[in-house]
C-alpha cells in the first residue's frame, strides 16, 4: 500500500523568505504525483503534477517540485513566498505508468503554512 | 467550463438519520472519485466510480456507505443511519484520465 509523509505540519515563513515542503512516498513502482493548496475556505486546487520526464516540474504562482526517485521525495519549493501563499499544503500521490494514473490519490497530512507579512 | 460542483455545501443529520451527497463532475469527466477528510486528517480516498460502475471501493467503510454514478445525472455518495463519527468533510474529485480536480466539499455534522 503507498504512504505519504509530511513532515512539516506546521511552518511559519515571513514575506519574502524562501519556501520548501517536504513530501516522502512510499511505493516501489512507478508514480504520479501531486501536489494541491486549499486556501482558506476554498476548496483544493491543483499546484502541479508530475507524471514523467523531467523531474523538475513547475506550476503555477511561482511554485516547483523536484521528483527525486532515489529518496522516494518530490518536495515543494518556492523562492520568495508571499503573505497570499498562507494556506494547507497536501502532497498525494498515486500509481503511474501506462496501466495506471485513474487510481484513487493518497495524501499526506497536508502543512499549514503560515506567512507573516 | 464549470468546476466540480457540490451540494449541499453544508448539511446537519441527527444519529440514526441518512445523508446523501451529491456531485456533479466537470464536463467531459468521466471518472469520479469520493474522499473524506476527518479534522487534523488528510484525505482518505473512498470510492472510484465511472458511470453506472464502481471501479475500487476500498476505502469504503464495510457498512451504511455506498455510492452511484448513475447513467444520468450526479454522483450520489449515501450514509445510511449516521453516527456521530461520520461528521466530517467529504470531497468529490473529477478527471478527464489523470488529474484529479476537486469540489468544494460538503460539510457533515451530525448531532
Known amino acids: 500500500a503507498q504512504s505519504v509523509s509530511q513532515h512539516n505540519h506546521h511552518v511559519i515563513l515571513s514575506e519574502a523568505a524562501s519556501l520548501e515542503l517536504g513530501c516522502n512516498y512510499s511505493y516501489g513502482g512507478t508514480v504520479n504525483l501531486f501536489w494541491y493548496v486549499q486556501y482558506p475556505g476554498q476548496h483544493l486546487q491543483l499546484l502541479l503534477k508530475y507524471f514523467s520526464g523531467d523531474p523538475l516540474v513547475k506550476g503555477i504562482k511561482g511554485f516547483e517540485a523536484e521528483f527525486i526517485k532515489s529518496k522516494f521525495s518530490f518536495n515543494l519549493r518556492k523562492p520568495s513566498v508571499q503573505w497570499s501563499d498562507t494556506a494547507e499544503y497536501f502532497c498525494a500521490v498515486n500509481e503511474g505508468g501506462s496501466g495506471g494514473g485513474a487510481d484513487g490519490l493518497t495524501f499526506g497530512k497536508g502543512t499549514h503554512l503560515i506567512i507573516q507579512p | 467550463n464549470a468546476g466540480v460542483m457540490q451540494n449541499p455545501r453544508h448539511l446537519v443529520r441527527r444519529r440514526g438519520q441518512e445523508a446523501r451527497l451529491r456531485c456533479s463532475p466537470m464536463k467531459g469527466h468521466s471518472h469520479v472519485y469520493w474522499y473524506r477528510q476527518l479534522p487534523e486528517e488528510g484525505l482518505k480516498f473512498m470510492v472510484y466510480?465511472?458511470?453506472?460502475?464502481?471501479?475500487?471501493e476500498s476505502g469504503m467503510p464495510k457498512e451504511r456507505f455506498s455510492a452511484e454514478f448513475p447513467k444520468e445525472g450526479p454522483s450520489i455518495l449515501r450514509i445510511q443511519q449516521v453516527v456521530r463519527g461520520d461528521s466530517a468533510a467529504y470531497f468529490c474529485a473529477s478527471s478527464p484520465q489523470r488529474t484529479q480536480y476537486f469540489g468544494p466539499g460538503t460539510r457533515l455534522l451530525v448531532l
Open positions: 466510480l465511472q458511470k453506472e460502475n464502481i471501479i475500487d
